[in-house]
């Protein structure tokens, strides 16, 4: 048996949270596509205010303010403040707007997304294995976005410790922030987490001492100053480490 073999058991010895990534880890989403009609009409939603061109160039600025929170506001604030004086309307006047959007034409975007079969499976296992399990992912929607792609994933009805959203978040992936205050939230150490996901932004929590795992695919480039996975592999390769690990 190998020394490196060795050593990964030991950490997952420590392991007591399983973070997932949603989209392109327990969700099959075509990121590209699914953001394109997610614009679209949002956009549309907006067109008696402000034309969809300079909308969308709106929440791409108020978008990126929260991609560089620097963890003295939630997300949401971040957006808001934002946004809100670049339409030159109060937020309580837009956010009305915003939730029926979110109620009514947000689950038109389930077509662009497909369920994973090993999703549930492994997020199950998790559960059955005694974890504490983190839905970790980018927080730049709000509950409700993120509560409709769970269940479009079938992994809604599990009684996570925290889902990361726009609401509860003060940072946003890649920034290490983000993962320090997922630890704040959570009362663990870094040591205690294995950090799931299908993307660099979620493998630079090894950073902070998190174990990761990528679910590789195609698309996965990881950047050259981002620590090499602990583990990598397929979702079902997941459930039989974490079932090595007890």
Known sequence: MSENFNLKQKIGKNIKVILFDLDGTLLDNDIDKFLSHYFKILTASLTHIQPPDKIFKHIMVAGNAIVDNDGSAFNEEVFWSAFSPLLGYPREELEPIFWEFYENKFPILRQYTSQKPSARQVVQQAFDLGYEVVIATTPVFPSTAIEQRLKWADVADFP???????????????????????????????????????????????????????????????????????????????????????
């Open 160 to 246: 996570y410790i925290l889902v990361t959203s726009y609401e509860n978040s003060r940072g946003c992936k890649p920034n290490l922030i983000y993962y320090k205050q997922i630890l704040e939230s959570i009362g663990y150490d870094a040591e205690a987490c294995l950090m799931v996901g299908d993307e660099d932004r979620d493998m630079v929590a090894a950073h902070l001492g998190y174990s990761t795992f990528l679910v590789t695919s195609p698309k996965t480039k990881l950047g050259p100053t981002t620590p090499e996975p602990t583990y990598s592999g397929t979702l079902e390769d997941l459930g039989k480490l974490l079932q090595s690990w007890k």
